[in-house]
């Protein structure tokens, strides 16, 4: 019997397989593995009963039916899984030592493990939107959520095999370029040398000039009539626009890097300017568009949530009354052309939960737009998140008030992990507690972020996600450098320790408890990839880390008895191996020493 990478799912198969052969079993039959109680086994498949209501059979028997037919079938090796029926119709598997023992031997490095890793994303071509910040304004908390989720479901899918492209569809192209040209020129303002100086004076221009045209009615008019310019390639307008778009790209690169985030593309709105029109000729001659007070809309009234007649009754607005393309029109083309450009078959989508709608109608409306026109419609999903909160449970801002800059952010968790690393090691030189300081800091707010399910909101608070105790990236970093330590005092290397392919079979309880632990990465890296919910990961390395622990509490790895030694020392290393590769898919960079 072949050893599998991911027990849970080949187990899954394999009962489908057997369940196919049986005239008791319909098409709709799923075996729904889960982890078992561990009195009974290590998975368990309760499918059979809800098979058993639809076919009015005895789910006992059925049961018992189902593990003759996958005995029968070969595919199971008694002596590495055993197989028992339970309750009313349960299924339970046990992995016998022998299998975990195989597995260890067979999985050592990340290599193995991106090759055997695998999720319905395998072998897809993927077009994955983010950062995707607007020009002209500097990066604030929010982004810190589009890069630490983006760059990590990013990670998971390469990880499992899609072949991915980073698309950074930046926001250089819309109507606050008016405001922006005019109050650059009013102000007399130039540039100065430093890009992130740049970024900040043109954000606070944009707010002085917002408030100006606001007041003056003229000056709204000169505002617009800069657009207009711009829009019809006026040379200077262009030059400042081009300017503005470098300096906002040069400061968030800045960050970008810190958060390890590459764009294999950036093609913001601009690119799709002259890529609307056929948007909006193909949306009408379908049908799906209408002109609504000089607007072109589309209505979905598939959707109860939109549908004419509903409390939320609203179409999608595709094209301004001013003729003027939006935020719809140029998703409508960027979709079209991820399509037609990077033949995408699935396209991800990072923003916060406040785009829900958008998306919504977005995909319905490309749904129906690439029916008509017979285009190849790609999977959609939007990855949405909440928000970060403060203490008192509002949306996280500066002791002012104002939006906490994703800059700022960063330089403080450094200095807090600075004072917190040096506490812990006095003795170290500075230069590297600075930088295992950046390492932790960063790694700190990033795995904060990452930890609870994205989809709602969390609280912010410093002390919680610096701690060395919990569910924290000090404590996982901690895991690995500990881990490496026991290979430094042990006279031997992560990749020594871990050599070797004869099967050493695990024995005492918190061996077999680890090494069960370990197998377990397969399937938090599907169901993370499946789910693009990298939180799973989290959950997963912290029960792996806290498994370890107790194994090296429970058996002194440098025993005298050469076996049980080498067994343990290749626990070690499985266990550095899969913290490491699981902390890299979350973004964070591990520590040799901390
Ligand atoms: N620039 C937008 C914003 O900051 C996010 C763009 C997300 N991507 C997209 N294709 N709409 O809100």
Known sequence: MEIWFDPAEELDAALRRAAGTLPGFSEHFSPEMRPADPRFGDYQANGVLAEAKRAKANPRALAGALVEALKNSGALDASLVEISVAGPGFINFRLAPAFLGSWLA?????????????????????????????????????????????????????????NLIRDNHIGDWGTNFGVLLFEIKRSGFAFPEDDEAALEQLEELYKSGTAFTKENPEALDAARAELVRLQQGDPENTALWKRIVRVSDAACEKLYRVFGVKPDVTLGESFYRDKVGRVYDELLACGIAEEDDGALVVWNDEDPRFARGSENAAPFIVRKKDGGSNYASTDLATLLYRVEHFHADEIVYVTDDRQCDHFR??????????????????????????????????????????????????????????????????????????????????????????????????????????????????????????????????????????????????????????????????????????????????????????????????????????????????????????????????????????
């Not at 991106?114 to 077009?127: E, N, T």
Request: aromatic fraction near 8%.
């Open 106 to 162: 067979r999985f050592r490095g990340a290599e193995d493990f991106r090759r055997s890793a695998h999720s319905a994303c395998s072998g897809k071509k993927i077009v994955i939107d983010y950062p995707s910040p607007n020009t002209a304004k500097q990066m604030h908390v929010g982004h810190l959520r589009i890069m630490d989720i983006g760059e990590a479901v990013a990670r998971l899918l390469e990880f499992c095999g899609a």
């Open 361 to 594: 109608m977005l995909f319905h409306t490309a749904a129906r737009w690439f029916k008509c026109k017979g285009y190849p419609l790609p999977a959609l999903r939007h990855v949405y998140f909440g928000k970060i909160l403060g203490g008192n449970g509002k949306p996280l801002k500066t002791k002012e008030g104002g939006t906490v800059r994703l800059k700022a952010l960063v330089a403080e968790a450094v200095e807090r992990a600075f004072a917190i690393v040096s506490e812990k090691n006095p003795d170290l030189p500075e230069a590297e507690r600075r930088k295992i300081a950046e390492t932790v800091g960063v790694a700190a707010i990033r795995y904060v972020d990452l930890m609870s399910n994205r989809t709602g909101d969390y609280m912010f608070s410093w002390d919680r996600l610096l701690a060395f105790e919990g569910n924290t990236a000090p404590y996982l970093l901690y895991a690995v450098a500990r881990i490496r330590s026991v290979f430094r005092k042990a006279g031997t290397t992560l990749e020594d320790a871990g050599a070797g392919d004869e099967v050493l079979v695990p024995a005492t309880d918190a061996e077999i408890a680890l090494s069960k632990k370990l197998l377990g990465f397969s399937a938090a890296v599907r169901t993370a990839c499946e789910e693009l919910r990298p939180h799973h990961i989290c959950s997963y390395l912290f029960e792996l880390a806290g498994a370890f622990s107790a194994f090296y509490n429970a058996d002194k790895v440098m025993t005298d008895d050469p076996a049980a030694r080498a067994l343990r020392l290749r626990l070690c290393s499985r266990t550095c191996v899969v913290l490491e590769t699981g902390l890299r898919l979350l973004g964070i960079e591990p520590l040799e020493r901390m």
